[in-house]
């Protein structure tokens, strides 16, 4: 039953009025630290993170460099994809490779992604959500991106010694000013935007409008934008090695493994630690299976086909780190970029949740997690603690030795979760996740209590930051407990018989608190043309 703006106004302030007690005392509302007013606040644990700092300390003064880090990111998989998230043979593809790594190391089962991949990398590579760092959806077909006037983690850890490199799909501008070399990475090999746009419009299954009509896919061929392999070396000129078609886009994961593979076995060679993203072109659509690869899924559909190569390049990657004896020495952190797209069935994949790509709905935005680390990150490990890949810049500084590196002109949404993942019995230092779609707050998420719809703003951030209109245009209210409720089916604040009401001011005073930050620190203007 939904609300009226009155009744929904009268609503907080009984409300308001009648949570003095579970205010006080309810174990949800602890008070979480701020560290530095351009920094999101966390929940500090001094146990955890002595033990973390205990366990970093005794590892420098054993290998005598700083610990390397190496970030999976598959595109498009969903949550329920890997077995260890319920997924594998149960729905025709078996992970063993991934299930190990789960097994062996700390499966988080609420990490958070973006709607949608730009925006996701960029936030990775930023500790920035969309709303600071201007990506708010996939540039596409030479559209304008770019990271322009972002400060990236790659940029940061070569400052303090690292040699960077990304591998893969980047996705976030093709300008030169926009490519990796150019935002920190000493070392860039794979594809500028993403896979569809190589593919779609030669493959007859898909157009046949254009790819059975010479002229127009001739057009298509002369259209501004890249559509090669390339590679570069940081501050060099783009090099273009191979046009991506069909035949060549169905087996650029096994060359991007090989580069990874090789860029592992040289940096055993050297003094310097490595950070590297690998960034895989699958399960993205359109799959086409690499060689030796077609059917090789019980299922034996493509998409399918693709999850057990990921499978296998993960314990390739993970089999070379012990091979050149850096396993211990190597934080993995494995993940997807967004849900799993749906709307290429049966190209698509799992999630048990509500939603899929391009929604901020869990299931267009939780995903698979697994940080690994043998020694370092106490093995058979599972936890719901919030995770949101943000976290992944404010963590990789806090592992290189690098928190001084910060930047503080800017406001950084990703917390260090360093103490999380090393104490062994460690929490997430995380209270909240906010779900932005494009430059709108969509939703909420305070510990298992997530808030729908309630939040979204019609208009500017900053104007609703400064006359809090977002509690004026409150018509309804859609609260669920996602430890009963993953689905988001059962809205809890509407209807006859309201619960969580006593979370409702938390909520209130989160959003309150993080639109308030829009004042100093403004939200980015979007590079690309906003989807209404």
């Known amino acids: 039953m939904m609300m009226t703006r009155k009744v929904a106004l009268l609503f907080f302030v009984l409300i308001f009025s009648s949570v003095t007690i579970v205010w006080a005392t309810n174990p949800l509302l602890k008070k979480a630290v701020v560290t530095a007013e351009n920094m999101e606040p966390s929940y500090q644990f001094p146990a955890q993170i002595e033990e973390a700092n205990v366990k970093l300390a005794k590892l420098y003064k054993k290998t005598g460099k700083r610990p390397n880090i190496l970030i999976m990111l598959v595109d498009d998989m969903g949550w329920g994809d890997p077995g260890s998230f319920g997924g594998g043979a ?5 992970t063993p490779h991934i299930d190990k790594l789960a097994s062996e190391g700390l499966k988080l089962t609420s990490t958070y992604a973006q709607p949608t991949c730009s925006p996701t990398r960029a936030t990775m590579m930023t500790g920035r959500l969309p709303i600071h760092h201007g990506i708010y959806r996939p540039p596409m077909y030479g559209e304008p991106g770019g990271l322009d006037g972002e400060i990236t983690s790659a940029q940061l850890l070569s400052e303090a010694g690292y040699l960077t490199a990304l591998v ?9 000013a926009q490519q990796p070399q150019n935002l920190g990475y000493d070392e860039f090999f794979g594809f500028l ?12 299954a898909f157009s046949p409008e254009i790819a059975n009509r010479p002229e127009v896919l001739q057009a298509f061929e002369n259209a501004p934008f890249n559509k090669n392999l390339v590679q570069a070396h940081k501050g060099e000129k783009l090099e273009e090695l191979v046009k991506i078609t069909i035949p060549v886009l169905a087996n650029l994961d096994q060359k991007f493994a090989d580069y990874t593979v090789d860029f592992i076995q040289r940096m055993a060679k050297e003094d310097q630690p490595f950070f590297a993203v690998h960034a895989f072109s699958k399960v993205h659509y359109d ?24 499978d296998d390049i993960v314990g390739r990657l993970i089999k070379t780190l012990h091979e050149t004896g850096q396993a211990e020495n190597t934080l993995v952190f494995f993940t997807s970029d967004n849900g799993p797209e749906e709307d290429n069935f049966p190209d698509s994949g799992h999630t048990p949740f509500r939603g899929a790509k391009g929604t901020t709905w869990e299931g267009g935005v939780r995903v698979p997690g697994i940080a690994w680390w043998p020694g370092m990150i106490k093995a058979g490990r599972t936890s719901d ?43 997430s230092n995380r209270r909240t996740v906010f779900y932005f779609f494009q430059d709108k707050l969509a939703a909420l998420r305070i510990h298992n209590i997530k808030f729908n719809n309630y939040l979204f703003i019609s208009e500017n951030p900053a104007k609703a930051a400064k006359s809090n209109t977002f509690l004026q245009k409150a018509s309804y209210v859609w609260a669920h407990d996602l430890s009963i409720d993953p689905k988001e089916r059962f809205p809890a604040i509407t209807g006859h018989t309201p619960r969580f009401t006593w979370a409702v001011p938390m909520m209130t005073q989160e959003v309150v608190r993080y639109l308030g930050n829009l004042r100093k620190y403004p939200p980015k203007k979007s590079k690309v043309m906003m989807l209404k």
């Open 385 to 427: 603690g919030l995770f949101d890949l943000a976290d992944l810049f404010t963590t990789s500084l806090a592992v290189a030795g690098a928190k001084d590196k910060v930047p503080t002109d800017r406001y950084i949404d990703g917390i260090d979760q360093n103490s999380f993942l090393l104490a062994d019995d460690g929490e």
């Open 193 to 204: 935007a993403v896979s569809d746009m190589y593919t779609d419009w030669r493959d007859p």
């Open 90 to 94: 149960a729905i025709g593809a078996p």
């Open 287 to 310: 799959n086409y299976p690499a060689d030796g690869y077609a059917g090789k899924s019980p299922s034996g559909y493509p998409y399918k086909d693709g999850i057990i190569e990921v």
């Open 168 to 176: 893969g799909k980047w996705h976030l501008g093709e300008l030169p």
